[in-house]
């Protein structure tokens, strides 16, 4: 990969990383959108992606917790059985058509649900022991779909909560990067399993420089100067894009 691509690359990582965590998310299905456009082993593509999910979102969940929006007595239902499916979503074999298709596809699926989480305002469920109850089935599912494309799953988590009245909103934010980080820890050691993680020094250690930076910054930006609904209105417009692109080439 030359300078000038790394640099591109580098500097995107930067501002979408950025631009999630101020919103609770790890940034994994731009990440993947990006990659996407200019490398073609989906491998690197899903590795990079998940390291660069761990490295913003380990920081806004410590963030998130030292603020009291993160609970871990709620998060942990939702990520019982998801970690061991994520592992085996990314132990699952692809080609490489599949692969862009399930992507493409995903992608698509985010923009809808990030979508939906924008414009449908609710009030949170009250009755715990019917969160308990669903949300460890929905963690399994989102856990090997996530690991399987490699994202942490949270941008799909966290519309269905807030869809689905189960927790109030600061509170979902804390429990859907608790939901990426171990998804994505699990996805990674699905890989690495597999034996297939992988990384050129450079490249790997630019794109973790960048949301490092990126997320440490978004993560502790107030929100007084961004609006929510504008970045995620943004971020969904650009992952339908790339989505609907992967899925017309590769059909």
């Not at 862009?100 to 990030?114: E, N, T, Y």
């Not at 779909?145 to 799953?153: K, Q, T």
């Amino acid at each position: 990969m030359d300078l000038t691509t790394l640099l591109i690359i580098s500097l995107l990582f930067l501002l979408i990383s950025f631009l999630y965590s101020t919103v609770g998310f790890g940034g994994g299905s731009s990440y993947l959108a990006i990659l996407s456009l200019f490398i073609t082993d989906f491998n690197t593509i899903r590795t990079h992606a998940l390291l660069c999910n761990i490295a913003v979102v380990t920081i806004g969940c410590i963030i998130a917790y030292r603020k009291g929006f993160l609970s871990f007595k709620k998060a942990i239902p939702y990520t019982l059985f998801s970690v061991p499916a994520a592992l085996l979503g990314a132990t699952v074999k692809l080609s490489e058509k599949t692969f862009f298709l399930v992507l493409g596809g995903a992608l698509v699926l985010s923009a809808v649900a990030l979508f939906f989480q924008v414009v449908k305002q609710v009030k949170p469920l009250e009755d715990r022991k019917k969160v308990l109850v669903r949300s460890i089935p929905l963690g399994t599912v989102l856990g090997f779909l996530s690991g399987m494309v490699g994202i942490g799953g949270g941008i799909f988590l966290s519309p269905v909560l807030n869809l689905l009245n189960w927790e109030e909103t600061k509170k979902i934010a804390g429990i859907a990067g608790f939901f990426i980080l171990v998804n994505s820890i699990g996805g990674i050691a699905g890989l690495a399993i597999k034996g297939t993680i992988p990384v050129s020094l450079p490249f790997t250690a630019c794109v973790l420089g960048a949301v490092t930076i990126g997320g440490f910054a978004g993560s502790m930006m107030s929100m007084q100067l961004f609006n929510a609904l504008i970045i995620k209105r943004l971020t969904a417009v650009l992952i339908l894009v790339v989505g609907v692109k992967l899925l017309i080439e590769h059909l």
